[in-house]
């Protein structure tokens, strides 16, 4: 029997510094002392919570692409397909627009069930393309994301609880966005850091005083302390 919940935690916004890009350090030996199930549901391509699972040396418990990527740790699943979300920016393109992450775009690059357009460029003329194709667009903060309205983060943690083994309502959610609303639906018990959008904040069951990493670790030490 595990003393710790099993956690399900976002990257952007949640695990990053304080002041800008990258993962903070200081998440990861909490996380690699943690004696339950953590799942990293979030709206990057797949490779990237994988490489993070690497990093920190836990086992590979991946919601990846807001849904659209699950990976139980013995198989991997594909809830929606690329093609449409090509379309969408095949479209967007013809209408003059690019998808904002230069010639490389190694945002998109590895993506098997969307894509994501910068959030410099114009939402409106993205949401109307994205509409005729049956899609929608979520703006999680960091970009806009052009997705199937199916899956969901929330959906995702679902099928890895139950191929781990693990009752959501026993988890613990971290997360930031509109994308984390799901997940917080799922779980026991949900915060939203300080730095959150207005959805995760309304659906979180607290709302943190810190942001970013700041939080999620205030957020790790209090569930430690059974102090939630």
Request: net charge negative.
């Amino acid at each position: 029997m595990t003393s710790d919940p099993p956690l399900v935690l976002d990257i952007d916004g949640t695990l990053t510094r304080t002041e800008g890009w990258g993962i903070d350090p200081r998440i990861f030996d909490p996380l690699l002392e943690w004696d339950a199930p953590i799942v990293i549901a979030t709206g990057k391509a797949f490779p990237y919570p994988i490489a993070l699972c690497h990093l920190v040396g836990v086992p590979e418990l991946v919601v990846a692409e807001n849904g659209g990527v699950v990976y139980t740790g013995d198989d991997v699943r594909f809830t929606a397909d690329r093609a449409a979300a090509q379309a969408v920016a095949e479209e967007y393109r013809a209408a003059g627009y690019d998808l904002g992450w230069g010639p490389e775009d190694t945002v998109n690059r590895w993506r098997e069930t969307e894509l994501a357009v910068s959030r410099e460029r114009p939402l409106e003329p993205l949401e109307a393309i994205a509409a005729d194709h049956d899609l929608e667009v979520v703006d999680t903060g960091y970009a806009y994301h052009v997705k199937d309205r199916a899956p969901n983060k929330g959906d995702g943690v679902r099928t890895i609880a139950d191929r781990v083994g693990f009752d959501p309502v026993e988890a613990v959610a971290v997360g930031d966005s509109t994308n984390d609303v799901s997940t917080f639906e799922v779980v026991g018990r949900s915060f939203a850091v300080a730095n959150a959008d207005e959805d995760a904040r309304e659906a979180a069951d607290e709302v943190l005083s810190e942001p970013h990493a700041e939080g999620t670790l205030a957020a790790l030490e209090r569930v430690r302390k059974r102090q939630v």
